[in-house]
T-cell receptor, first 115, second 112 residues
């Protein structure tokens, strides 16, 4: 079965620091990749997604992610974080099946940005 | 459009009680799913449906039942609640086999 690993469960950064959150998956076939964000007290929202084409994907709020197929990775980056980026971040991988592709989530990374 | 609507937002149950979490979407999405969110475990898929009359199990289906009689609704039933089912439950939907999932606001369930 598909598994998605997020390397850090908690990350604490100061404002303006650079961010990189790791994500690795186990599925060897065709994948669609996503990063979702959950701000405190809110539901999940899509940050960015990769389906095909340029492996460097840009999302909302200055976030980007790079798909490296050979490493089964889809790491999330932001050059300079803000206090408002404090949230929990989830990597997700769409597992292709005969029907009803399943979206499998990682355990999440809680980011706290200190002002 | 209201998007994905879940009810109730909060519920406290005693062990052994049954209840249904309701989920409705008005976007004509074929795919609907239920996840539970637990600290340190991310979101785990309980059940999903690719259309009316079709459901399938996810990673953690035990203790939960679903049905999909209409495109709009996808209720999640707990037949005999257990403390291990204390969690936050999210319903989500999307248009086809791929693409962005749209999430409801969540239902926080506590089983005593």
């Amino acid at each position: 079965a598909q598994s998605v690993s997020q390397h850090n469960h908690h990350v604490i950064l100061s404002e303006a620091a650079s961010l990189e959150l790791g994500c690795n998956y186990s599925y060897g076939g065709t994948v669609n990749l996503f990063w979702y964000v959950q701000y405190p007290g809110q539901h999940l929202q899509l940050l960015l997604k990769y389906f095909s084409g340029d492996p460097l994907v840009k999302g909302i709020k200055g976030f980007e992610a790079e798909f490296i197929k050979s490493k089964f990775s889809f790491n999330l980056r932001k050059p300079s974080v803000q206090w408002s980026d404090t949230a929990e971040y989830f990597c997700a991988v769409n597992e292709w099946r005969e029907y009803g592709n399943k979206l499998v989530f990682g355990a999440g990374t809680i980011l706290r940005v200190k002002s | 459009n209201a998007g994905v609507t879940q009810t109730p937002k909060f519920q406290v149950l005693k062990t052994g009680q049954s209840m249904t979490l309701q989920c409705a979407q008005d976007m004509n999405h074929e795919y609907m799913s239920w996840y539970r969110q637990d600290p340190g475990m991310g979101l785990r898929l309980i059940h999903y449906s690719v259309g009316a009359g079709i459901t399938d199990q996810g990673e953690v289906p035990n203790g939960y039942n679903v049905s999909r009689s209409t495109t709009e609704d996808f209720p999640l039933r707990l037949l005999s609640a257990a403390p291990s089912q204390t969690s936050v439950y999210f319903c989500a939907s999307r248009l086809g086999n791929t693409g962005e999932l749209f999430f409801g606001e969540g239902s926080r369930l506590t089983v005593l």
